[in-house]
């Protein structure tokens, strides 16, 4: 058998694993999110269906797909059906490039736990890793606007367009922050390869969080964004716009635009981990036990996904726009600047560095937005009895 | 012609490039062309990825589809669906437009004439392989001998977005 | 002064006799009659006369003397805040006359005008937008009018009432010899849809029209919204109201008195107790009975007890509404507890009817004290936690301050009270300023903001529950012993153990619940402070067992006539925070 058979046979089995395992994540990651939800709220959450209504998404998703999938009379019929699909390949797409793990030897072979990763096989068979990862996967994540923004356009319900006009603007403006502040640790790592990104991570001995603070808080506030998710999920505010753009999609295809919706966040999560959190490595260089480390640092971050859903009211449109626009960008910015500027001038002790800058940028941040937020309510501060008569200790926090 | 993989995804990538640009100027609704535009430019990016430019594939996904069809798209339902403008797809300047799809055309044309002419084989010709890190040669690139027209460009970025500001500005009052 | 007409000429007059009184006690509450064609010269003089200051209207209402010589009577009620001051005008209107309009006086006469021509088919000349409001345009007839068939008669649907004429043909023929449809007008020329004609003025200028409700998630029911947008940003709102109308004034008049009160549970439908009481109060004043102390204090502590818990249901679902749907679930939870509290009361959780004409319905059970106390043990802490959650958040103060701001000139003028109204700094309040129950007993404080936003009405909502908190504790820990109702047993059923003893008792309680009790002739017009704001019952005996009129004051019906003018500038999200501030329970605006 030629070698190119047995590599594109490894890459096949790869591949179904992987994607299998994301999509398992979804209905879980909907599952944990009913579950810590209800908590929050002292529910107790999904019960019925399987332990701990564990099969409960299953359930749902049987049912969504038995419904009648409905066509409103003056939708777009090209268009349309295609939308959940154009917002689902994308999110599907974008999991090609995020290791989940480092280099497996099997005999002569070895490569890494990657779609697009690295293959080494005997006589010199090499097939380097994807060199632009990143790009592909920042690209493939742009390229979910056409199917909010057709979906919206194409339902002919005013509520939907509004819903496909927010979302994407909203996803154009937070894809800029969200690139930015990934260019910090790539300068750090020197390369767009995610699996060097990890192993830039182990060769500091220090996670990106640690220097690139700034970075990862503008990742997760636009990544947060980019994925419609509370507290910027505007686009399907159902007490605003009913549903948003997916308003008339029923049966499977808005199946679609949930699962696209929730692999979206387990990806943004995936490359948060990769580039702040260590990727896969945890202790022990064993590699059957980093997709486990992966999968917990994953939960991580889903898990703050859900408690922020829990806690937080929803912004309003522009004041998200203005956040996106005035704060994060040129934050990531300014971030990106001093990393490329300590790392040209003091490489050696870059990690301290950038440590201490980013905990003065991070304070100058904090104060600056209570500044501002003081200032909008220094009306109030003068206001009426209400205000006098607040407990203490909430007075004193203003 | 021999068959290979390389030839097939090729062909394949061509095929449905050049199918949706055709569509992209036939059909007559606007929105369903922007979306043919997107199928196209994302076509060009595999031609990319086959001539090994995956940072140029990357790129032409994140600018050409990512931002400049979304805007198109954008520019279209805001007019034709909130402001309830009809656009139309077909020119009325039937006579000027052909003229300047032909010119276009011939262009194009000549420069492939001209290289066949010359001998080179352009479908067979295999593509380059970088020596080091396409990267850094492309930043080194921007940033040493073409360091001009790449600063020139952004400042004429820069003026075009300030006079869209300003334009939407004086719109308003 | 009362029995006398108030003519054109006698303006001056009467200006100046009421500026007199009004320096004593008994210019608090003044009584007038009218003639039609003075009431606007009169409405203009009083209220822009800077001694009398009548700057609030709080209802125009009518009622139907089916027999009398001039068929209809208005009734105007206005005050002078903060003085508070009341008066009452009372204007006797023939069948076919028209009444000038008073929207030139105070704005929100609008829509009060508008429901009495749809309840009573009274024109208004010169109104700008005389239109039914709460029945179906297409409605024939005019509801509230005695004349008006009640039982029996096919109900109106768009599908029946196609062929409008065979429609009448039919009623005539099945009331033959009754001219009930004598004054049938079909009125299209009036009966455009809400606001059809501006709506399609914005269309025309390129705004987009947006149609929020009436099945809307936010619109507390069934409210319909229809925004002119410029982009995101509103230019003009309409609303249209009438889809939880339920005719309860017209069925309260076909129900002995005892019984037209379970309907009052049903219009603001969050605060059951509180409509009890109003009614309750409205009809002893009428009888001329005063309910024994230990029933005055636990009214007062029921009544705070669901005003928390009204409080509760709004910042639930205000928070919902910007989208912090924990803050929900978490009112809800502690709401739970005070329905506990009136289920250990009455059997019920919402529709309690509890507070009862002359009293209370039973006394208070075993363990309800202990509930109580748990529950004012337990809620602090918890509206701490809401504190917490909401009022320092940056999302949260985004969301709210500054948005939906509504002037005080404004607030008197669209006749908004109660958490609005103080929220735009007037302290007013009606438990103070005109105390009814025992609420003179008791210390509290009225919270009052500056900035008149949401923020503020939120923040003096918050507050409002913990002086609640602290009038409920106060009537817990004063509750005086002895009655808890009259021991009038003509009014009220006499006690069960007393049936199986005492005849007298028997026929007293056969009488009392068969065909009720018969009070005097008479009108009394009672308010009180509602967790909306000022609520009034009015009721005009004719000596039956049966209410002649019922009507309420409902404060959102005026809260939500100010609506279009907080929102307008502001971005479609900030409907969502205006419409969760105005707090309106659609049960009661409609009504």
């Not at chain 1, 047995?6 to 694993?17: A, D, E, G, H, Y």
């Not at chain 1, 300068?187 to 830039?200: I, P, T």
């Not at chain 2, 430019?53 to 032409?60: D, G, K, N, S, T």
Request: one cysteine or more; proline letters at 5%.
């Amino acid at each position: 058998m030629p070698e190119i058979v047995i590599f594109l046979l490894i890459k096949l089995v790869m591949t179904i694993v992987i994607f299998a395992l994301w999509m398992t994540m979804v209905p879980f990651m909907i599952w944990l999110e009913r579950k810590v939800i209800a908590d929050i709220q002292i529910r107790i959450g999904p019960n019925r269906v399987g332990p701990f209504g564990l099969l409960q998404p299953i359930a749902d998703a049987l049912k969504l797909i038995m419904k009648e999938d409905i066509t409103p009379a003056k939708a777009d019929k090209l268009i349309y059906p295609i939308a959940p699909a154009l917002l689902m390949v994308p999110a599907l797409l974008a999991i090609a490039v995020i290791p989940i793990g480092g280099m497996v030897t099997i005999g002569e072979r070895s490569f890494t736990l990657q779609i697009m990763g690295e293959y080494r096989g005997p006589n010199g068979f090499f097939v380097p890793e994807l060199d632009a990862g990143i790009l592909l996967s920042l690209a493939l994540s742009s390229l979910g606007v056409y199917g909010v923004v057709l979906a919206g356009w194409s339902s002919a319900n005013k509520y939907s367009l509004l819903g496909g006009m927010r979302s994407s603007a909203q996803m154009l403006s937070y894809e800029l922050p969200l690139g930015v502040a990934l260019v910090g640790p790539l300068l750090l790592a020197s390369s767009l390869r995610l699996n060097e990104v990890v192993n830039a991570q182990s060769n500091f001995g220090i996670w990106f969080i640690i220097p690139q603070f700034v970075g990862f808080i503008i990742f997760l506030m636009s990544g947060t964004a980019e994925v419609n998710r509370a507290p910027f999920d505007l686009p399907e505010a159902e007490q605003e716009l009913i549903g948003g753009y997916h308003t008339e999609y029923s049966s499977f295809r808005f199946a679609m635009f949930f699962m696209a919706e929730y692999l979206n966040m387990v990806t943004i999560s995936a490359l948060a981990v990769t580039f702040f959190l260590g990727g896969y490595r945890l202790f022990t260089d064993i590699v059957w036990l980093q997709p486990i480390w992966f999968a917990l640092k994953l939960m991580l971050f889903l898990y703050l996904f859900v408690w922020i859903r829990g806690t937080w009211p929803r912004v309003r449109y522009d004041q998200l726009m203005a956040l996106g626009w005035k704060v994060s960008l040129p934050l990531a910015l300014v971030n990106l600047a001093i990393t490329a500027i300590v790392l040209a001038y003091v490489p050696k002790r870059a990690v301290l560095v950038l440590t201490i800058t980013s905990i003065v940028l991070i304070t100058i941040a904090y104060y600056g937005s209570s500044y501002n937020i003081r200032r909008s309510t220094d009306m109030t501060a003068r206001s009426g009895y209400a205000r006098r008569h607040l407990p203490e200790s909430e007075e004193t926090r203003i | 012609m021999e068959i290979t993989g390389y030839n097939v995804a090729f062909i394949a990538i061509a095929a449905m490039t050049v199918t949706s640009a055709i569509f992209v100027v036939t059909l007559p609704n606007i929105l369903r062309s922007a979306l043919f535009l997107m199928f196209t430019f994302i076509g060009v990016a595999g031609l990319y990825v086959l001539a090994n430019a995956e940072i140029l594939a990357a790129m032409q996904l994140l600018i050409y589809v990512g931002a400049i069809t979304v805007l198109i798209l954008f520019a279209i339902v805001l007019t034709q669906q909130l402001m309830g403008a009809r656009i139309t797809q077909t020119s009325r300047n039937i006579v000027l437009g052909g003229v300047a799809a032909i010119a276009v055309f011939a262009f194009i044309a000549t420069t492939f004439v001209s290289h066949f002419s010359k001998g080179s084989d352009m479908i067979a010709a295999q593509p380059a392989v970088p020596t080091s890190d396409p990267l850094l040669m492309i930043a080194k690139m921007l940033i040493q001998p073409y360091v001009l027209p790449f600063e020139l460009a952004s400042f004429i970025l820069l003026v075009a977005m300030v006079g869209a500001i300003v334009i939407a500005k004086e719109d308003k009052d | 002064m009362a029995n006398t007409l108030v003519t054109k000429d006698l303006i001056p007059q009467t200006i100046q006799d009421i500026a007199q009184k009004a320096q004593t006690l008994e210019g608090k509450e003044i009584h007038l009659r009218a003639e039609k064609e003075a009431i606007l010269h009169l409405c203009q003089a009083l209220r822009n006369d800077s001694g009398l200051n009548y700057n609030f209207l709080s209802d125009i209402t009518a009622v139907d003397y089916y027999t009398a010589e001039s068929r209809f009577e208005l009734v105007y009620r206005m005050y002078s805040i903060p003085e508070g001051r009341r008066l009452w005008i009372k204007v006797p209107v023939g069948i076919d006359q028209e009444v000038d309009t008073v929207t030139s006086v105070w704005k929100n006469a609008d829509w009060m005008e508008r429901e009495v021509f749809d309840m009573f088919g009274i024109r208004f000349s010169g109104h700008p937008d005389l239109r039914r409001i709460l029945m179906p345009a297409n409605w024939i007839g005019h509801p509230l009018r005695k004349d008006h068939p009640i039982g029996s008669e096919e109900v109106q649907f768009t599908v029946n009432t196609g062929d409008i004429t065979s429609q009448i043909e039919f009623l005539n023929s099945r009331f033959e010899g009754m001219d009930f449809f004598g004054y049938v007008e079909r009125g299209s020329e009036l009966n455009t849809l809400y606001g059809a004609e501006k709506m399609k003025k914005y269309e025309e200028e390129g705004k987009i029209i947006l149609n929020m409700g009436p099945q809307h998630p936010s619109t507390h029911g069934v409210l319909r919204v229809i925004l002119a947008l410029e982009g995101e940003t509103i230019v003009d709102a309409d609303l249209d109201i009438g889809y939880l109308h339920t005719g309860i004034e017209k069925q309260a008049e076909q129900l002995i008195y005892q019984q037209a009160l379970t309907l009052t549970d049903r219009m603001d439908y969050v605060s059951p107790l509180m409509n009890n009481l109003g009614y309750s109060m409205s009809v002893e004043k009428i009888l001329g009975v005063e309910v024994p102390p230990r029933g005055q204090y636990l009214r007062v502590l029921l009544a705070e007890l669901t005003r928390i818990g009204s409080h509760l249901v709004w910042l639930g679902t205000h928070a919902l509404e910007i989208g912090a749907v924990t803050v929900f679930l978490y009112c809800f939870q502690d709401r739970e507890l005070l329905l506990d509290i009136f289920e250990l009361l009455s059997g019920q959780r919402m529709m309690t009817s509890w507070i009862n004409i002359g009293g209370l319905r039973d006394d208070i059970p075993e363990g309800f004290t202990h509930a109580v106390k748990n529950f004012l043990e337990v809620f602090p802490p918890r509206l701490k936690e809401y504190h917490t959650l909401l009022t320092n958040n940056p999302i949260w103060l985004k969301r709210t301050k500054g948005i939906g701001y509504l002037s005080l000139e404004d607030a008197l003028d669209y006749g908004v009270s109660g958490p609005i109204l103080r929220a735009a700094g007037m302290e007013f309040d009606v438990r103070k300023t005109w105390p009814y129950s025992a609420y003179s007993d008791f210390e509290f404080d009225i919270p009052t903001g500056e900035n008149s936003d949401v923020y503020d009405r939120y923040l003096v909502r918050m507050e409002e529950m913990r002086q609640s908190l602290r009038i409920a504790e106060q009537a817990l820990a004063k509750l005086p012993e002895g009655d808890y109702r009259i021991e009038d047993y003509k009014i009220v059923l006499p006690p069960r153990q007393r049936l199986d003893v005492s005849m007298e008792s028997l026929i007293h309680h056969f009488l009392v619940a068969t065909q009720g009790f018969l009070p005097p002739k008479g009108d009394a017009y009672v308010s009180y402070e509602g967790p909306r704001g000022e609520t009034g019952y009015y009721i005009v005996s004719d000596g039956s067992g049966k209410p002649y009129r019922m009507h309420m004051r409902s404060p959102s019906f005026s809260a939500l006539q100010s609506m279009p003018l907080m929102v307008r500038g502001h971005y479609v999200s900030d409907v969502i925070s205006v419409l969760g501030s105005v707090d309106m329970i659609m049960g009661e605006v409609d009504r």
